[in-house]
């Protein structure tokens, strides 16, 4: 992606450092954060520093690079087991993670009992992750971009972007490749509370994509979709279950809901890495719970009365029976026929 | 209202002077603005010192005391007309204000040429529709309260409360008669973007009065919903038209399509000032259209992509098929039997 000229992936590994675009101090600060442990690297997932589903598989594929780097000769395995655990544990929701930690390990543990060819194959399997999150998201941009038409009003959900996914964007990539393909078209940019992803993140990859939007809370959507404002919803997913029921950003499903109601399109863009072929249904999905704060709290300052509580559940789940189609880099599929993208991770 | 064990009313007059509990200071800071001339009134109409649609009409006929007071007696009826005029402009949603000027104003002139008359008659009819408001509303929960059942979990969007309303308040009179006839249920606080009148007002209300709740955001209802923790929505409203629209809080319209959704109870709690027999239907009422900076600023600090900018209704319709009662002084009614309400204020 462009920021500011330059081309960069969210996610990056250089100097024996994994390079995290730090997503909680943006669009007000561009700043790399550089993590120099598989305990740092866990700790910037958790805290969002990376956040985006296929961004915190790459930053967890590069995270098992780092435990290899680090690992004693003489308990290599359990050190590579003890980091996989680390790593695994610091967002339960996304399924690319898992699916990037078990792929990087799976090649290491593959090459024992030589423990060089392990450190070394470490790195070439995290890359090629991380190549192909990135590539993928190329392919979907290229799919996508066939549904927006120009006038087009289109509606999306906290950040799918190329700082969620290495690089490109899942529902972003679609909008960044009809813009480069010359379409005209508007975006509504649904705030996201409580993190504000869609008015910090999405906003600003827009702007330096030179794409026209406008940010509103995410309360109004239903309002602009009465108006006939809305022409088109797509979001991006955190896992896809067999089904077709998908985890998503908390008020997701309200949208999709919505869409419905309105008769809109409701699409979801997602890389191979997002599909969880061995969960059957959405109920199988563990939603993550966040901190109270992040709703009662914004830069560190009360928001809301003192003496209340908040739940704060940071993904919801939404059936498949609600989604138009999911743009995969094989094409864009029915909800239905998810078991036969037989997908590369598996 | 009960606040820090002291009662008190939103909106008052005393010395010649309105007093307007200041609820952007809320739930941070106890103050009370004065206001000394209708113009002072009307600005804090505006800025929302003052806001909630009963809240403001009581406001709207204290500043009709002030005008009248200030009035040159050469040109009284002309000075009138100004101020009717400039108040009438501070908010163009909720009709309670334009009901409450509208009537202040006829008492007033209905005493001419008689101006000295006419003031002391502008105050009497001030107290006389801040009176009936709170009385109104202490009726509502009477009625309302009945819906309450233990147990229940109900959800809330925006303040529908005592600051809202003078006293009591709409959707919270029913929660603080039941509360206050010993049931116990839990409430789910939408925190309302952009202004957060919900995790700022509504849960500062229900902790005062010992009632148990929660703050989620915006766009976690639906998944609340989905989960089946949600069993009854109320909610105030700011006008009501014949056919049973009505204008709310933005993201109110949303709450009813995903509550029918889910065959989820959707009540409207009003006192006779917001119902608006003068308009037939929901597209005939005036959408407020607010700053940028609401969504984009919070506290005076920039939240979302400097460069973006954002779309900010302040309300939105709800057609009146989504309704499941109005909640009124004269007993629960459905959307269809408006028109045999015959409001007092008509």
Redesign the interface.
């Known amino acids: 992606m462009i920021i500011n000229g330059q081309e960069h992936r969210s996610v990056s590994f250089k100097d024996g450092k994994v390079l995290l675009i730090n997503q909680n101090k943006l ?2 600060t561009f700043e790399i954060t550089a993590c120099e442990s598989y305990q740092q690297v866990a700790a910037a997932i958790h805290d969002m520093t990376v956040r985006g589903a296929p961004a915190i598989g790459a930053a967890g594929a590069y995270g098992m690079v780092l435990a290899a780097m680090s690992a004693s000769d003489q308990n290599f395995s359990k050190d590579m087991e003890i980091a996989l655990a680390f790593l695994l544990a610091s967002r339960p929701t996304a399924v690319d993670l898992k699916n990037a930690l078990h792929q990087v390990h799976a090649d290491i543990i593959s090459c024992l009992p030589d423990i060089n060819k392990a450190k070394e194959i470490a790195l070439v399997s995290a890359e090629r992750f991380t190549d192909a999150s990135a590539e993928d998201c190329r392919l979907i941009g290229e799919v996508g971009q066939e549904l927006i038409k120009d006038e087009m009003n289109i509606l999306t959900h906290c950040n799918a972007g190329a700082l969620a996914t290495v690089d490109w964007g899942t529902a972003l990539a679609v909008l960044r490749m009809a813009h480069r393909k010359g379409k005209k078209f508007f975006v ?7 993190r ?1 992803q869609g ?3 999405t ?2 990859e ?2 330096q994509e030179g794409i026209s ?12 979709m ?1 108006q006939d404002r809305i022409d088109l919803v797509i979001t991006g997913a955190d896992r896809i279950c067999l089904n077709g029921d998908f985890a998503n950003k ?2 997701t ?2 949208l999709a ?2 869409a419905k ?1 309105h008769n809109i399109p409701f699409y979801v863009a997602a890389p191979q890495s997002t599909f969880d072929l061995n969960c059957e249904k959405g109920n199988d999905i563990q939603i993550e719970e966040r901190s109270v704060e992040e ?2 709290h ?2 560190g ?11 704060n ?1 940071a993904f ?2 939404t059936p498949g029976a609600f989604v138009t189609g999911f743009i995969t880099c094989k094409g864009t599929i029915n909800p239905s026929d998810i078991r036969v993208l037989n997908p590369s991770m598996e």
């Open positions: 669009p007000h509504y940019v649904d705030e996201t509370r409580p504000l008015a910090r993140l906003a600003f827009l702007q939007h406008a940010i509103i809370t995410d309360s109004m959507a239903g309002h602009f009465q908390i008020g499903y309200s809901v919505l109601a709703i009662t914004l830069n300052k009360l928001i809301a009365n003192p003496g209340s509580t908040a739940f559940p919801d789940v």
